[in-house]
């Protein structure tokens, strides 16, 4: 299993644009690359996957280098509200298992 | 609304007793996983069923037991309870057999067990 390692906690101010690095060096060729929000005694919420290169939706992108052994969500002109866990997670094609690690904690402040 | 839901959404019980907690898929998600979320332990998986059958194992102790009916719904059965089973209890779904290298899960809202 492609074990992640990401901050623990970070902080920002509203409006400015955040970057979550995670990496993952034993990444395997089949994998996807994923990244859930979770807020205080909510369930994780999905935010983006990506295989390689640069992928965008209205909430953030992701952006992970020809080696994918590292990736980078990058969430634009954040707001209070984006304050929550933001968990990297690297698929398994074969355990099947979900691996959730710490997560970083993003606090942003008015 | 993610369209999985949990019931019920506290539970309070005694050490020793048994509970039964309860999952309904999205609709058309065949695969059902269960987390463990305490403060001290974060996220831990602990089982997943597709279409009926058990399809991966993480951390799930001896004490608990799920299945997953023909209807696609879910059931996590807690037995023989302990202070440290106090946890949220979160049920996702998908569409996807397998981990989640294709797709994403859709979480519910989570059933927070005390016990006492």
């Known amino acids: 299993l492609a074990k992640t390692t990401q901050p623990i906690s970070m902080d920002s101010y509203e409006g400015q644009e955040v970057n979550i690095t995670c990496s993952h060096n034993?990444?395997?060729?089949?994998?996807?690359i994923t990244w859930y929000q979770q807020f205080p005694s909510q369930g994780p919420r999905f935010i983006i996957q990506?295989?390689?290169t640069k992928v965008t939706n209205e909430v953030a992108s992701l952006f992970i280098p020809a080696d994918r052994k590292s990736s980078t969500l990058s969430l634009p002109r954040v707001s209070l509200s984006d304050t929550a866990v933001y968990y990297c997670?690297?698929?398994?094609?074969?355990?099947?298992?979900?691996?959730f690690g710490a997560g970083t904690r993003l606090f942003v402040k008015a | 609304d993610s369209g999985v839901t949990q019931t019920p959404k506290h539970l309070i019980t005694a050490t020793g007793q048994r509970v039964t907690l309860r999952c309904s898929p999205r609709?058309?998600?065949?695969?059902v996983y269960w987390y463990q979320q305490s403060l001290d332990q974060g996220l831990q998986f602990l089982i997943q069923?597709?279409?009926?059958?058990?399809?991966a194992k993480g951390n799930i102790l001896e004490r608990f037991s799920a299945q997953q009916f023909p209807d696609l719904h879910s059931e996590l059965n807690l037995s023989s309870l302990e202070l440290g089973d106090s946890a949220l209890y979160f049920c996702?779904?998908?569409?996807?057999?397998?981990?989640?290298?294709?797709?994403?899960?859709?979480f519910g809202p989570g059933t927070r067990l005390t016990v006492t």
């Open positions: 609709s058309g998600d065949l695969s």
């Open positions: 997670l690297v698929g398994d094609t074969g355990g099947f298992k979900t691996i």
């Open positions: 996702a779904s998908s569409v996807y057999p397998g981990g989640h290298s294709h797709g994403e899960q859709y």
């Open positions: 034993n990444i395997a060729t089949n994998d996807y």
């Open positions: 069923y597709y279409n009926g059958e058990e399809r």
């Open positions: 990506g295989y390689k």
